[in-house]
């Protein structure tokens, strides 16, 4: 099993839609989770981070954190093309020291 | 501020070179990372340093090495370049241990 394990995609929605990314993640002494965006050729960029259970909203951006069944997830809702790209979980596993990602979904918002 | 800079963009080294691969954060961050990202990956560990003087290894550390003499600089040493280290690097930063990174712009390496 891998430490944090996303679907790779193509997830496609259309424009205006919800998008539902998910990620899940084994090592149940994480504390903190992050969602980054990456676009083709660029670095990744942080959108959101949670520590809590429950949801957080920034925008048009909803975290949601469900630690007793290690799941994390980012909504985005009214998708825009400009939102497509691939999203990247991370999370901060043990003694902290080191994120560990997953593989990233790509995310296609067909206009 | 000019956040977390690596240079160079891109570079071609040929089989056997060596190379060192910047990297400065002025943020006064304590916490510095290499990751390696090949096409379609996610990214994987290869040093990080908790603070100056300080350093560990990470998740794939063959063929490189680095040194942290300042809490600024992160410099990324590939000894013996080989075809497998054609990757895309980053180098990223954070304040804390529970804090996010940032992320540098990345260098393209190409091993031909």
């Known amino acids: 099993q891998k430490e944090v394990e996303q679907n790779s995609g193509p997830l496609s929605v259309p424009e205006g839609a919800i998008a539902s990314l998910n990620c899940t993640y084994s090592d149940r002494g994480s504390q903190s989770f992050f969602w980054y965006r990456q676009y083709s050729g660029k670095s990744p960029e942080l959108i959101m981070f949670i520590y809590s259970n429950g949801d957080k909203e920034d925008g048009r951006f909803t975290a949601q954190l469900n630690k007793a069944s290690q799941y994390v997830s980012l909504l985005i809702r009214d998708s825009q093309p400009s939102d497509s790209a691939t999203y990247l979980c991370a999370v901060n596993r043990g003694a902290g020291n080191m994120l560990t990602f997953g593989g990233g979904t790509r995310l296609m918002v067909k206009p | ?112």
């Open chain 2, 1 to 112: 501020n000019a956040g977390v800079t690596q240079t160079p963009k891109f570079r071609i080294l040929k089989i056997g070179q060596s190379m060192t691969l910047q990297c400065a954060q002025d943020m006064n961050h304590n916490y510095m990372y290499w990751y390696r990202q090949d096409p379609g990956m996610g990214l994987k560990l290869i040093y990080y340093s908790v603070g100056a003087g300080i350093t560990d290894k990470g998740e794939v550390p063959n063929g490189y090495n680095v040194s942290r003499s300042t809490t600024e600089d992160f410099p990324l040493r590939l000894e013996l370049a080989a075809p497998s280290q054609t990757s895309v690097y980053f180098c990223a930063s954070r304040r804390t241990g529970l804090d996010g990174y940032t992320f540098g712009s990345g260098t393209r390496l190409t091993v031909v």
